[in-house]
């Protein structure tokens, strides 16, 4: 926690704060004011807001033709279905997490399994074809960043 001034007042008010406690004007953390305006990718990372990493998610889920079935800003989730696949009538679930390495700084990882739905008995993960679909929305993302 740090103490930042309030632009409004000019009291002392914590980083923390959703808004200062005697004028009730809305806090800018030091973060907020250095935030990128769009997404870049610097190695492994994404370089962005967490929000903006998660829209740019959405958008590469569905520019590789998935469904989204959620996506949560709060804990940068973002999970999806694809359509039917070599191993699976009923297509592969996936999600990719972001997790903040350092201030605006996000590595993506995930997981995907093969759906089991109505007569099939069985769902092979053929090749790591599960996994492949969640490689394949990261790297959709990291064409989008460029």
């Not at 962005?48 to 033709?65: F, P």
Request: glycine share 10%; charged share 25%.
């Amino acid at each position: 926690m740090a103490l930042v001034k309030c632009e409004d007042c000019g009291r002392d008010v914590s980083d923390r704060a959703p808004a200062c406690p005697n004028c009730g004007a809305p806090v800018t953390s030091p973060y907020d004011r250095n935030a990128p305006t769009g997404v870049t990718v610097e190695g492994d990372c994404f370089v962005g807001t967490k929000s903006m990493v998660v829209r740019l998610a959405v958008s590469a889920v569905q520019a590789c033709n998935y469904k989204v079935d959620s996506a949560d800003e709060a804990s940068g989730l973002v999970a999806f279905t694809t359509g039917m696949t070599m191993g699976s009538w009923s297509g592969v679930s996936g999600s990719i997490y972001f997790e903040e390495v350092e201030p605006y700084r996000f590595r993506a990882s995930g997981n995907a399994k093969q759906n089991v739905k109505g007569g099939q008995m069985i769902a092979l993960d053929l090749f790591g074809e599960a996994k492949g679909k969640v490689r394949k929305v990261v790297d959709q993302m990291r064409d989008m960043a460029a």
